[in-house]
């Protein structure tokens, strides 16, 4: 295992934001986690997991020792009409979406282009255009930090719910390490969510494949998500708020054209991005921090932006989305 240390975590994480951790290294296998495990405590520093850096805010550096997860290797576990796939928690997300896709095998086509890698994917349980790791997770191997034994956690173990999970919850105990999940041979796609029916149709695409979808997903979110190798960020920085039945209609008395999605417990979810665009923050910039121009839900780094420039901002149109809608938005990416 490499060590170094004083290392640059610019280029790790999506951000790009430019602060040094203490001692930085990569874990290729158990074997490394656990020396990094051992490392970290010797030096008596805190060990910072990291997978791709996407979910990630720095606001200066890290006295800590960084461990990013560069574990590779995915495999058929299962085969059948269903199939059990594990992958180690190193792998970037969007290519093992696309080895999946590939082999023929549909689930996880929603899920195309997010960035970051397997083993954070379900710390956050992510989701995207109806589809959430949740709905083809099969399970998952994590080290205990505090006994140093591995468990193995099924899908009722996990907690998940939106952009939560147990992992998130007890944050610093369970060093994911590989992930299985539950896709099959058979296409049963979704399409109902947002614009991803409307796309396929102006391609001309009417009995749509798995691929289909992806490549659909990937050009709907091109257009609006920036690139965090062109324009740092993380992501939508707010989680869109689930709010009471009377809080949601106060603010549709007030703006009738709110975006707003009842939830099954009564509960509605606002979309956060029509707040804060609707405040006025869209396009904003103020330094090198700033509102994206075509998606108000992310924040984004025009280059030399610190975290806590970035955090501040986000406390602006907190504070701003209350003042005017009287709703609380919730950061989503890890502030550090
Ligand atoms: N909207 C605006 N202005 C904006 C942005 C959005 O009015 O600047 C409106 C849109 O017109 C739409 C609604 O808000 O009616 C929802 O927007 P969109 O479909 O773009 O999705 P979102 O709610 O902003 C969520 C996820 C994304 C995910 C998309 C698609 C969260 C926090 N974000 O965004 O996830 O890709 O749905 O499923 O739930 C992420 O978590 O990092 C992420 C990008």
Redesign the pocket.
């Known amino acids: 295992m490499n060590l170094a240390e004083q290392v640059s975590l610019k280029p790790f994480n999506s951000f790009g934001v430019d602060v040094n951790a203490a001692l930085f290294a990569q874990a290729h296998n158990d074997a490394e986690v656990r020396a990094a495990l051992q490392l970290a405590q010797e030096r008596q520093l805190p060990l910072l997991v990291m997978g791709g850096g996407s ?1 990630l805010l720095l606001t200066g550096d890290v006295r800590a020792l960084v461990l990013r997860m560069a574990s590779r290797g995915i495999r058929l576990v299962e085969d059948g009409e269903q199939v059990l796939i594990e992958a180690e928690a190193g792998e970037p997300w969007h290519p093992f979406v696309q080895w999946t896709l590939a082999q023929g095998f549909a689930g996880l086509e ?1 899920l195309s282009l ?1 960035p970051g890698t397997v083993g954070a994917a379900p710390m ?1 349980n ?5 589809v959430e790791i949740k709905d083809v997770f099969h399970s998952l191997t994590a080290l205990d930090r505090q006994t140093g034994e591995l468990r193995e956690f099924g899908l009722a173990d996990c907690n998940f719910a ?2 939560d999970s147990l992992f998130k919850q007890q944050a610093g105990r369970w060093l994911i390490l590989r992930v299985r999940f539950v896709l099959s041979r058979q296409q049963t796609l979704h399409l109902e ?3 991803v029916r409307q796309r396929l149709t102006e391609q001309g695409i009417d009995r749509p494949t798995a691929s289909d979808v992806s490549r659909a997903i990937c050009s ?2 091109a257009e ?2 920036p690139d965090p190798a062109v324009l740092g960020n ?7 708020p689930v709010v009471s039945a009377e809080l949601a209609a106060k603010v549709r008395a007030a703006h009738a054209d709110v ?1 707003a999605y009842p939830q099954a417990d009564g509960q509605v979810k606002l ?4 707040l ?3 405040a006025g923050w ?1 396009g904003f910039r103020e330094g090198d921090a700033g509102v ?1 121009k ?5 924040l984004v780094n025009y280059g030399g932006a610190t975290g806590s420039e970035l955090l501040a901002l986000a406390k602006r149109i907190q504070a701003d989305v209350v003042a005017k809608f009287g709703v609380e938005l919730e950061i ?1 990416p890890n502030v550090l």
């Open positions: 979910n929603n997010i956050q992510i989701g995207a255009y109806g939106y952009r969510y947002g614009p709907i979110r609006k998500l993380a992501g939508s920085f707010f989680k869109n975006v979309a956060a991005g029509w804060i665009e609707r869209k994206h075509l998606q108000a839900l992310v989503e």
